[in-house]
């Protein structure tokens, strides 16, 4: 069983930063992707930002604000966010999609989630 945790969320003035981190544990084999979303509230969950076969891929909204990573021997994924803005606020997942070992199948894993509010 993989699993995912998040951290670094919380209160932030507008314009401001913060750093998200997502350490994964388990059996795990190799990682195909490994992301972060957002849901705020009454709006469906959406992709914030996705790196995956050495590519990496961004929301419209967060392009150029945002900056996703990976640790590889910590097996953790960090989403730097500058320049946060009011709606940026929502809770954010950490989700991963991999090969577990030794079974070598397919999982697909999400994070408990964590809040980010932007607000003065």
């Known amino acids: 069983q993989v699993q995912l945790v998040e951290s670094g969320g919380g209160l932030v003035q507008p314009g401001g930063s913060l750093r998200l981190s997502c350490v994964a544990s388990?059996?795990?084999?190799?990682?195909?992707?490994m992301g972060w979303y957002r849901q705020a509230p009454g709006k469906q969950r959406e992709l914030v930002a996705i790196?995956?076969?050495?590519?990496?891929n961004y929301a419209d909204s967060v392009k150029g604000r945002f900056t996703i990573s990976r640790d590889y021997a910590q097996m953790t994924t960090y989403l730097q966010m500058n320049n946060l803005k009011p709606e940026d606020t929502a809770v954010y997942y950490c989700n991963a999609e991999g090969k577990t070992w030794p079974q070598l199948a397919n999982f697909g894993s999400w994070g408990q989630g964590t809040q980010v509010t932007v607000s003065s």
């Open positions: 388990g059996s795990i084999h190799s990682f195909n992707a």
């Open positions: 790196t995956a076969g050495g590519n990496t």
